[in-house]
C-alpha cells in the first residue's frame, strides 16, 4: 500500500473540512450534494489524468465519453419498449448488418488495392454506396420508432436492468468510443489530438442529441430507476423511523409536549431521508472511487506505469528500447476514457436523467482539464484533490461572489445600476475564478498542487 | 430554360450566397489562429472569445451612436463603431500577451502547456464579455436590411424562384476582400511582412539576421485583433450577437485552418470556404433544385439530404478527421506563413 507524504495528508484534511465546514455553514444537505458532485468529478479526473499524468496523452473528449457512459445508464436501467422493437427492430438490424458489412468492405480494399489514388476512389465510391442503401432501412426504421408514442417513448429504451450495471456497461462503451478515436487520431501531434478529441467529442453529443431512437434526443430521458431508496419509502419505513428516533433521542426528550414532539420527529424524518439518500449515494461513489484509485495507483507503480513514463518522458528513447509507443498509447487513452465513462455513467444515476443538450465542452471538458491542472497531473492524489477542490470553488463561487460585491458596494443604494447589474451577473464570475485559478497555477506552480512524485527506482 | 435559370436561383439563394458570407466570416477567424500559430506556435483556444469581445464592443459602441442619433444612413451603425472594436480588441490581444503569454514564450514552454494557458485566458474573457453584456441574444443591424428582396428579384425576373440578398452578406464579402488584399499584400510586400514570414520559418535564423522578435509579436496581435474583431462582428452582424456561439464558432474556425494547412493564410482562407460550402451543401435539401432541372417522371419524391441540418457542426469535424488522416499537413502545404 502506498504511504502518503505529510502535505498529501494536509490536502487530505483540507478536503475533509471543507465539507464539515460546509456542513455547519449551509448544512449537511448541501454539503453532501456538493461531495457527490466532487466524488464524480474527481472520477472523472483520474481518468483524464491517467492519459495525460502518465503518458502524455492528451484527451479533449472527455465531454463526449461521459455522454457515452450517460447513454449506457439509460440503455441499461430503462425498461424495453417492445412495441418499439416490433416496429423498427428489424430494420435497424439490417442496417447496422449493412453497416459491419461496408466496414469490412473499405478493410478488405486497403489489404488488396495498393495503389494509393485509386484506393482512395473505389473506397469513397462504396462507402457512398453503402451509405445510400443503409439510409434506406435505416430511415424507415427509426421513423417507425420515434413514432410508437411520442409524448412518453419513441425510442428503443433499454435492458430494464438495475442501474448500478451500467457504470461498468458506461466505462465499456466510452473505451468502445475511445478506441476508434484512437486507432484514427493517436498519431498525431499534441495539439491536433486536443482539437481532433474535442471535435469528436461534439460529434458524439450532436449524435446523441439527434439519434431520438437511441437515446430519446433532446426531449431527455427522465425518471431512471435508483440504486438507492426513494425518500417516501424510507419515510414510510419502520426501522428508518427507528433510527432516527435514536439517533435523536436525547433532543427529542427535550421535548414535552406530546404533539411537539411527534411534529419535531416528523421533521427530523424528512431531513433524514433526504441527507440518507445522500449519504448512499456518497458511499457508492466512494466505493468506486476508492477501487479506481488503488488499481490506477498499482497501474503506476508496476513496471508496465514505469514503462509509460519513459514513453512520455522520451518516445523516441522508449521506441529504441522496443517498447510500441503506439500500441501503449492507444491502451492507456481507452483506459482513460473508459474511467470517465464510468464517471458519466454514475453522473446520470445521480441525477436519474439523461439530457443530451446538457453536454457543453465549457462544463464537461474545460473544467475536469482545470481539474487535473490543477490537482497535479502524474499524481492520483492530486488528481482527487482537483476534482474535490475546483468542484467546490465552482458552487461555492457563487455565494462568495454574492458576499465580495455586497462588501465592496456597501456605499451604493440598493437600486444602484451598477450594483444590480454586477449581482444579476454573479454566475458569470464563477468563469472568471476558474480562469484565474488555471492561469496562477500554470504560472507559479505549473506541476499542480500536489505535484507527482519523483521516483528513482 | 426557365427551369434551369430557376434552378440556378435556387442554388445562388441558398448555397453559394451564405456560403460565401460564412465562408468569409470563417476565412477571417482562421486566418487568425492561423498567424497565432505560424508566429507563436500554439493554438489559441481563445480565439473565438477574442472575436466575441471584439463584437462585444462594437456593439456597446453601436447602442451609444444610436443614442446620439448618429448614423450612417443605409449602412449599419456597426460599420461607425467597428473602428473602435477593433482598437479595443488589440488592446485585449496586448494585454494578455504581455501578462500571459510572454511568460511562456521567454520560458520556451512546449506548445500544449500555451495551449491549456489559452484556455485560461478563454475562460477569463468568456467571464468579462458575460459580465458586461450577459447570455442573451443581440440583434443589432440596423439601416436597410436587403439590398434585394426576393419579391423584387421575382417582378424584376419575372422567375419563379426569388433571390434575396442581405446587407449584411455584401458587407461581409466586400470587407473580406479589402481585409484579405490588404493582409496579403502586407505579408508579401512589405519589409515587416517579410520579416514575419521570416520568422515563422525559420526562428534562429530570423533573430540572427537582426529581426527583433518582439516587434514581430506585436504585429502579429494587432493583425490577430484586427481579423478577430472583424469577423467576430461579421458573424454577429450576419446571424445575431450571442456570447454562447462564439465558443462553438472555434471548432469551424480550427477546422478551416488545419484543413488548409495550419501557419499558411492562403490555406485558411481556402480552408474557410470549404468549411462553410460542405456544411451548407452536405446539410441542404435538393428537392428543389431536382424538381426544375430533371425532367417531370425523374423527379424525386424525398427531400434529397444528405445529412440533417442538426449536424451542421458533426460536418465541419468529419472534413477536419479526413483531412487529418489522409493529409494531416492540410491540402496546401501547412507551417510556412
Known amino acids: 500500500m502506498m504511504k502518503f507524504e505529510r502535505y498529501e495528508w494536509i490536502a487530505i484534511a483540507i478536503m475533509i473540512s471543507l465539507f464539515i465546514f460546509v456542513g455547519f455553514i449551509q448544512g449537511w444537505s448541501v454539503s453532501l450534494v456538493i461531495l457527490n458532485m466532487c466524488i464524480i468529478s474527481a472520477i472523472m479526473t483520474m481518468g483524464v489524468n491517467i492519459s495525460w499524468g502518465y503518458a502524455g496523452v492528451i484527451n479533449f473528449g472527455v465531454m463526449g465519453f461521459l455522454a457515452m457512459g450517460g447513454l449506457a445508464a439509460v440503455i441499461v436501467s430503462y425498461p424495453p419498449i417492445r412495441e418499439a422493437w416490433q416496429v423498427g427492430g428489424t430494420g435497424l438490424g439490417i442496417s447496422l448488418i449493412l453497416l459491419a458489412m461496408l466496414v469490412f468492405a473499405v478493410m478488405y480494399i486497403n489489404k488488396v488495392v495498393t495503389k494509393k489514388s485509386s484506393k482512395y476512389w473505389i473506397n469513397s465510391i462504396i462507402i457512398i454506396l453503402g451509405i445510400i442503401i443503409i439510409r434506406h432501412f435505416y430511415l424507415n426504421a427509426t421513423a417507425n420508432i420515434e413514432d410508437v408514442n411520442p409524448a412518453l417513448a419513441g425510442f428503443l429504451g433499454g435492458l430494464g436492468l438495475p442501474i448500478i450495471f451500467s457504470w461498468f456497461v458506461g466505462g465499456l462503451f466510452a473505451a468502445g468510443v475511445a478506441f476508434v478515436i484512437g486507432k484514427v487520431a493517436l498519431g498525431l501531434r499534441s495539439d491536433y489530438l486536443a482539437i481532433v478529441t474535442l471535435g469528436i467529442s461534439e460529434i458524439v453529443v450532436s449524435v446523441l442529441k439527434h439519434e431520438e431512437w437511441l437515446s430519446r434526443g433532446v426531449k431527455n430521458v427522465i425518471g431512471l430507476k435508483r440504486p438507492v431508496p426513494y425518500e417516501i419509502d424510507l419515510q414510510n419505513a419502520d426501522w428508518f423511523i427507528n433510527l432516527v428516533t435514536y439517533l435523536n433521542s436525547s433532543k427529542l426528550n427535550n421535548v414535552i409536549d406530546i404533539n411537539d414532539r411527534q411534529q419535531l420527529l416528523n421533521n427530523l424524518i424528512i431531513d433524514g431521508s433526504g441527507i440518507f439518500v445522500k449519504l448512499s449515494y456518497a458511499i457508492l461513489f466512494l466505493i468506486v472511487m476508492l477501487i479506481i484509485f488503488y488499481f490506477a495507483n498499482k497501474a503506476q507503480l508496476s513496471p508496465w506505469g514505469r514503462m509509460m513514463r519513459a514513453i512520455r518522458d522520451n518516445e523516441t528513447a522508449a521506441n529504441a528500447m522496443g517498447k510500441d509507443v503506439v500500441k501503449q498509447h492507444l491502451i492507456i487513452f481507452v483506459i482513460g476514457a473508459a474511467i470517465v465513462g464510468v464517471a458519466g455513467a454514475m453522473l446520470v444515476t445521480l441525477d436519474g436523467l439523461f439530457t443530451p443538450s446538457g453536454y457543453r465542452p465549457l462544463r464537461f471538458t474545460f473544467i475536469i482539464w482545470i481539474m487535473v491542472i490543477v490537482g497535479g497531473s502524474g499524481n492520483n492524489l492530486g488528481a482527487i484533490f482537483g476534482g474535490f477542490v475546483i468542484w467546490f470553488a465552482w458552487i461555492e463561487a457563487a455565494p462568495l461572489t454574492t458576499f465580495i460585491i455586497n462588501q465592496l458596494t456597501l456605499g451604493l443604494e440598493p437600486t444602484n445600476a451598477l450594483k444590480v447589474h454586477l449581482l444579476d451577473s454573479v454566475p458569470y464570475f464563477r468563469y472568471l475564478f476558474m480562469g484565474l485559478i488555471l492561469l496562477l497555477i500554470l504560472r507559479y506552480r505549473p506541476k499542480g498542487i500536489i505535484p507527482e512524485r519523483v521516483r528513482h527506482s | ?337
Request: charged share 10%; aromatic share 14%; glycine share 8%.
Open chain 2, 1 to 337: 430554360m426557365i427551369d434551369f435559370l430557376n434552378s440556378l436561383v435556387v442554388l445562388l439563394n441558398f448555397i453559394i450566397i451564405p456560403g460565401l458570407s460564412y465562408g468569409s466570416q470563417l476565412a477571417l477567424g482562421a486566418l487568425g489562429v492561423t498567424f497565432v500559430y505560424a508566429i507563436l506556435r500554439f493554438a489559441n483556444f481563445a480565439h473565438g472569445e477574442i472575436m466575441s469581445f471584439g463584437a462585444m464592443i462594437t456593439i456597446l459602441f453601436t447602442w451609444f451612436f444610436q443614442s446620439q442619433n448618429i448614423g450612417l444612413g443605409i449602412f449599419p451603425t456597426a460599420l461607425l463603431a467597428l473602428p473602435i472594436g477593433i482598437i479595443a480588441t488589440i488592446i485585449l490581444c496586448i494585454i494578455s500577451d504581455k501578462f500571459v503569454f510572454q511568460y511562456y514564450r521567454h520560458q520556451k514552454s512546449v506548445p500544449v502547456v500555451l495551449a491549456m494557458v489559452s484556455i485560461g485566458v478563454m475562460f477569463v474573457v468568456n467571464a468579462i464579455i458575460r459580465i458586461i453584456i450577459g447570455t442573451e441574444t443581440i440583434k443589432f443591424s440596423d439601416g436597410q436590411k436587403f439590398i434585394m428582396k426576393a419579391k423584387q428579384f421575382k417582378l424584376m425576373t419575372g422567375l419563379n424562384e426569388g433571390l434575396a440578398l442581405k446587407s449584411s452578406q455584401v458587407i461581409t464579402i466586400f470587407l473580406t476582400i479589402i481585409l484579405l488584399s490588404f493582409t496579403f499584400w502586407f505579408l508579401q510586400k512589405t519589409k515587416t511582412g517579410k520579416s514575419m514570414r521570416a520568422f515563422s520559418d525559420n526562428e534562429d535564423l530570423a533573430l540572427l539576421s537582426g529581426i527583433n522578435p518582439d516587434r514581430v509579436v506585436f504585429i502579429t496581435w494587432m493583425i490577430v485583433g484586427v481579423l478577430a474583431c472583424v469577423a467576430g462582428t461579421l458573424y454577429g452582424l450576419d446571424k445575431s450577437y450571442k456570447p454562447i456561439i462564439y465558443l462553438n464558432l472555434v471548432l469551424p474556425v480550427f477546422a478551416s485552418a488545419i484543413v488548409g494547412g495550419i501557419g499558411n493564410p492562403f490555406g485558411a482562407v481556402v480552408g474557410g470556404y470549404v468549411i462553410a460550402f460542405s456544411e451548407i451543401m452536405i446539410t441542404y435539401a435538393y428537392k428543389k433544385f431536382f424538381v426544375y432541372i430533371l425532367p417531370g417522371p425523374l423527379e424525386p419524391s424525398g427531400l434529397v439530404q444528405l445529412l440533417s441540418t442538426d449536424y451542421k457542426f458533426a460536418v465541419s469535424f468529419t472534413i477536419l478527421v479526413i483531412v487529418l488522416l489522409i493529409r494531416p499537413s492540410g491540402i496546401f502545404k501547412g507551417r510556412v506563413l
